[in-house]
């Protein structure tokens, strides 16, 4: 069965603010290089579009995440699928998601992440949904808040499909 998909930020203006993010942050980390930690499999397409807008020196390493048991664990224990192939010692390092939503996710991450030793340690998500929060977050850079719906394309999938989009858009019931 086809799901019904309604446009609510379209690629022309998800392009334009991807361009606005990555000239900012080549202001912000002019004179350094940036090394970005794109988290599977989600962050991956913004990861892609922001590097090519960002005008310093780049290296990009990949990590891929799941959450451990049901949505009503409060541990907010994160398991590493696949660990970073790089050390993020002394490394500005700047962690690119596609969507902050509980923030379960990321707050785990950020600080297993900052254990080990980076230099600064930044987030860059695509979309925000705030709403949604149970554990804070430092957001430094973000593409798009939106609202408490279900969001698919540019990374983000309904069931492993329409990562593949190249607008965002929301399933319809
Ligand atoms: P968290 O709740 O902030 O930990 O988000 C965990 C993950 O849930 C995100 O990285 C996404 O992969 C996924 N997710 C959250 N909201 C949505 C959505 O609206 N559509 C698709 N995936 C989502
Ligand atoms: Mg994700």
Redesign the pocket.
Known sequence: MMDQIKVLIGEEEVNRRIRELGEQISADYAGKSLHLVS?LK?GVFFTCELAKRITIPVTIDFMSVS?YGDEKSSSGVVRIVKDLDETLEAKDVMVV??????????SYLLKMLQGRKPASLKLCTLLD?PSRRTHEVQVDYTGFKVPD????GYG???AQKYRNLPYIGVVED
Do not use: M, P
């Open positions: 988290v989600g959450s998601e596609d969507i902050v939503d509980s923030g379960r996710t990321l949904k719906e279900f969001i698919v983000l999938d309904y």
